[in-house]
Every structure is written in structure tokens, then in C-alpha cells.
């Protein structure tokens, strides 16, 4: 694995106590019952879905580098799609854990979007390199 492929998975590590912390949080929410988290189908929902997403995303990166080096990408072109699998994982929870930061928020905010940055995040990473590797194949 190349320095640059190196540097980004360890960012990506380094956010791994993060989510751990957040499902603590999640499991304490639960716990303790807290108000504004169980009694908010809405929040409860987009928390879950944050904590998974931050999750099965981070490791879905750390994979995928792997395969950066391997791709025959250029250089920038490279740096970009680490670029963009390290923002997957950090852009869609923030939409699903800030578009509904009020525990009386019944309705996401306009925040919301941030799901859908990291979502096109994720899929031109996954296509850059997908077509890096078909050209290579």
C-alpha cells in the first residue's frame, strides 16, 4: 500500500472510537430512557441510521483502498478517491445525526442533505475506481 493509501486508512481508524462512543451513547440513551430519543421515532431512527451508516461505511473505505494502488489511477485522480471515501463515512451520519439535533425535532432539517453528499461521495469513489480496475483487469 502506498504512503497516501496508508495515511487515509488511518484517518479512517482514527474515527473507529468515535462510532463506538456513539453507540455507547445510543445504548446510555437507551438505558436511561432519555427523553426526546425514545419518545422520537423520527430521531431514534436517524441515529440508528447514522451510527450504522458511519460503521459499515468506514470499513467499506478501509476495503476499498486496498484496491487504490492497484488501479492505475494518476496521481490526482488517486488522491481523490481517498478523498472521497473518507468523506462517505463522515458526511451521511452528520446528515442523519445534525438534521435532527433537538430532541423535540420531529421533522429533518435541511441538513439532511449532508446523506446525500456522502451518498454521491461514496458512489463517484466507487465508480472511479470500479472503471480503474476494469481498465487495468
Do not use: E
Not at 5 to 28: D, E, F, K, N, Q
Amino acid at each position: 500500500m502506498s504512503p497516501a493509501s496508508l495515511g487515509t486508512a488511518g484517518v479512517l481508524l482514527v474515527t473507529v472510537p468515535t462510532i463506538a462512543i456513539g453507540g455507547a451513547s445510543l445504548l446510555t440513551f437507551i438505558g436511561r430512557r432519555t427523553p426526546g430519543y425514545l419518545d422520537n421515532p423520527v430521531r431514534r431512527g436517524l441515529w440508528r441510521a447514522g451510527h450504522a451508516h458511519a460503521g459499515v461505511l468506514v470499513l467499506f473505505a478501509l476495503v476499498a483502498l486496498t484496491y487504490v494502488d492497484q488501479a492505475g489511477l494518476a496521481g490526482g485522480t488517486a488522491a481523490l478517491v481517498r478523498g472521497l471515501f473518507v468523506a462517505a463515512p463522515i458526511l451521511m451520519p452528520l446528515g442523519f445525526f445534525l438534521s435532527v439535533v433537538r430532541p423535540g425535532d420531529t421533522r429533518p432539517s435541511k441538513l439532511i442533505w449532508l446523506t446525500a453528499a456522502g451518498g454521491l461521495c461514496l458512489a463517484a469513489g466507487t465508480l472511479i475506481l470500479g472503471i480503474g480496475l476494469i481498465q487495468v483487469a
